[in-house]
């Protein structure tokens, strides 16, 4: 018995090195899929770099996690960097019933906790700033700030006939309405393949995650989700349209913002290097906590 139990313990021994050798490096990058604490749909997700806070990017609407590849790299000299598909997007599971800001915000706790983060800031782009607000009231601990890119514009703007009209549309024609909407929220100076490209990725998406997704963007409250957020908000907007944040501060009072010139919604496409510059300095600008 004695003979077995040291046997068993050097061939322990002799398997350490080898289990060592497979732990990957701090700050090497990591793919993984982890089923969502909102109804276990699989969430892809990404992670590279070192350095606190780390920084969670989340996509737009019918986007993927790839939309913030180009800005990965910078960033994750100085922060953990994380991105995921938010379910029904990408390589993430498309089962869900209820597309909604609060399942995403789920997702994105969900990779959180699965990668053991400390204290985050979120950076979300378009519907990415309502779930970054929603996930914010879920992990009111771990969010030292929010960086809404050209989203959250106005909390007080409101127009519902002609949100239902174009919620119609959709339902009608899902990638006719994308291929015609996306190019008119570009800048003027976007280049028109990048525009091509963007709006046919957008027309392929999953129509019930596109159109569930739309319903639930449409009809969230952006005074109550500023409402129930602590952390402070840093925008990085275009200039198509300016922020309101008379009304956001209403709701909000440490909400700040800036435009980058000749940027429309896809400032990160659009202006890569004014983006990368921007959100450098304004990740910086966050107090340490």
Avoid at 82 to 88: E, K, N, R
Avoid at 184 to 194: H, N, R, S, V
Avoid at 243 to 269: C, T, V
Wanted: glycine share 8%.
């Amino acid at each position: 018995m004695r003979g077995k139990l040291f046997a068993t313990f050097f061939a322990l021994l002799s398997l350490a090195p080898l289990a060592l050798a497979a732990s990957p490096k701090p700050g090497a990058p990591v793919d993984g899929v982890v089923p969502s604490y909102a109804d276990r749909t699989p969430i892809a997700y990404h992670a590279e770099g070192q350095g606190r806070p780390a920084v969670v990017f989340i996509h737009c609407w019918s986007g993927n996690q790839g939309y913030w590849s180009g800005v990965l790299p910078e960033v994750a000299k100085t922060h953990r960097v994380v991105t995921l598909d938010l379910a029904g997007h990408g390589k993430s599971g498309h089962g869900r019933k209820a597309w909604t800001m609060q399942a995403y915000a789920a997702d994105v706790k969900t990779v959180v906790e699965k990668l053991g983060l400390g204290k985050i800031i979120l950076v979300g782009h378009s519907m990415g700033g309502p779930v970054a607000l929603e996930a914010a009231r879920i992990m009111p601990e771990r969010v030292v700030g929010i960086v809404p890119v050209d989203t959250l514009l106005d909390a007080d703007a409101r127009d519902p006939k002609g949100e239902a009209e174009f919620l119609e549309r959709m339902k009608a024609d899902l990638p006719g309405t994308t291929r015609q909407f996306i190019p008119a929220i570009f800048g003027k100076e976007a280049d028109p393949q990048l525009v091509k490209r963007v709006a046919d990725e957008m027309a392929s998406a999953d129509p019930a995650a596109a159109i569930g997704s739309m319903e639930s963007l449409i009809a969230y409250d952006e005074a109550a989700g500023l409402k129930a957020t602590r952390a402070p908000i840093k925008a990085i907007n275009g200039d198509r349209r300016a922020a309101n944040l008379a009304a956001n501060r209403k709701y909000h009072p440490d909400f700040e913002a800036l435009a980058i010139a000749g940027s429309g919604h896809f400032p990160q496409f659009e202006k890569p290097a004014e983006f990368q510059k921007a959100l450098l300095e304004t990740l910086a600008a966050f107090p340490a906590r």
